[in-house]
Each structure stands twice: as C-alpha cells, then as structure tokens.
C-alpha cells in the first residue's frame, strides 16, 4: 500500500468519526441562492456566522441583488453592516463586487474559481464556500479552524491555506472536499478550540498527534 494511500485511510477513518458526531455539520450562513452565500462569506471574515446571519437578513431585504447594491450607497451599506466589523472596506468590496457581477458577469456569480477569485473581496476560501454549498461543486475552504486542526492532526505542516487546500486535495478524494470543511470547522469551535482545547472530551485523542499543542494548553 503505497504512503498516500495510507494517508488518506487515515484521514476518512478520522472523517467518519467526525462525521458521527457532527452529522448536522453544513454552512452555517444563511442564504437563499449563490449571490447570498457570496456576500454572506464576505462579511464572515473577522465575524462570527450568527452576527452575519442577523446583518444579511436587513442587507437582502434592502439589496435583494447584485444589481440593487451595485447602485448603493456605500456609507448606508457601511450603516448596515457596522456590527461585521471592518465595515468600510467590506462595504467597498460589496458594491465593486456587485458592479462586477453585473456588468461582467450578466448578473449571475461565476461558477469557476478563476473567475470567483477576480471578484473584488473574493480570495480561494470564499470561493470554495460558494462553490462547495451554493454550486455542490467541490471546493475545500480553510478558514483558521482548518488552518490550526490540520496542523494539530499532522495532516499538513504548511502554513499558508492555500497550500493546505492544495496537500489536501491531492490525497481526499473531491467528493468529501466541502465536507471535510464543515467537519474540521465544527471540531475546531466545539472541542478543539484555539487556546482551550477539550482533549479530554475528544474521540480523536488515540489517532490526534497534538502537534504543536504543548499539555499545558490541553483542558485536564
């Protein structure tokens, strides 16, 4: 069995774990259609999908599409979204993004990651939500939950997301890429936390190396 192949069984074997304990795992942002979960992603950045879900509900209801924020103004979208945080930059990207999508797009978010990643505010992890939950076409986005469980789990010793996507993807087969996002974000926020991991709560402790985890950090 060659090393690739043993690192992928070891992967779904801690994939189905996770799977049983989080069978309701999906993308907790709200949204009704591509162009919602594309603003909705935006605005997460910095914040939490809650704050997001409650902004995005006023945001649609004033700006339903590309086309009506394209035309809006950006310091009553800046009102809006204050409570995102980083609301002025978000609001600019918002509107440039919208004008982008109408005027090159017909009005419709792209269904290809090169033409995603030219939208303004858009970088791989927002495509990769898009593409993976608005789409159902794979995408593995890393946030910071995937960034710092990767790492803990020994799965990638690099440092930047995009080549944690990259590693990933040559051994997970594309059928579990968006999955195995929404697994590894909702292990990151109920048990393997940041700065208080709950190792002792964890049914990956045989298989987890903790690397780069020091026992004073681990939650006896």
Not at 98 to 110: E, F, I, K, R, S
Not at 121 to 137: E, H, M, Q, S, Y
Not at 180 to 193: D, M
């Amino acid at each position: 069995m060659s090393r690739t192949k043993q690192r992928m069984d070891a992967m779904m074997g801690i994939l189905d774990v996770l799977e049983d304990l989080y069978p309701e795992a999906r993308c907790a942002l709200d949204f009704a259609n591509p162009w919602q979960l594309l603003v909705a992603t935006i605005l997460s950045a910095q914040c939490t999908d809650r704050q997001v879900n409650k902004v995005t509900k006023n945001l649609f209801s004033l700006y339903p599409g590309p086309r009506q924020l394209a035309a809006a103004d950006p310091e009553e979208v800046e009102a809006v979204i204050r409570s995102t945080g980083f609301f002025r930059n978000k609001a600019k990207n918002l509107i440039a993004c919208a004008a982008q999508v109408v005027n090159q797009c017909n009005g419709q978010v792209p269904r290809r990651m090169e033409e995603l990643v030219t939208l303004p505010g858009v970088g791989r992890k927002t495509a990769n939500v898009v593409l993976g939950n608005a789409f159902d076409i794979p995408g593995l986005a890393v946030d910071t939950h995937v960034k710092r469980l990767v790492r803990r789990l020994g799965w990638s010793r690099r440092s930047d997301p995009e080549g944690i996507e990259s590693e990933l993807c040559q051994i997970l087969p594309p059928s579990c890429w968006t999955k195995t996002s929404h697994l590894l974000i909702h292990h990151g926020r109920r048990l393997c936390k940041a700065q208080r991991p709950l190792c002792d709560q964890c049914p990956l402790q045989a298989d987890c190396p903790r690397i780069g985890l020091p026992d004073i950090h681990i939650r006896k």
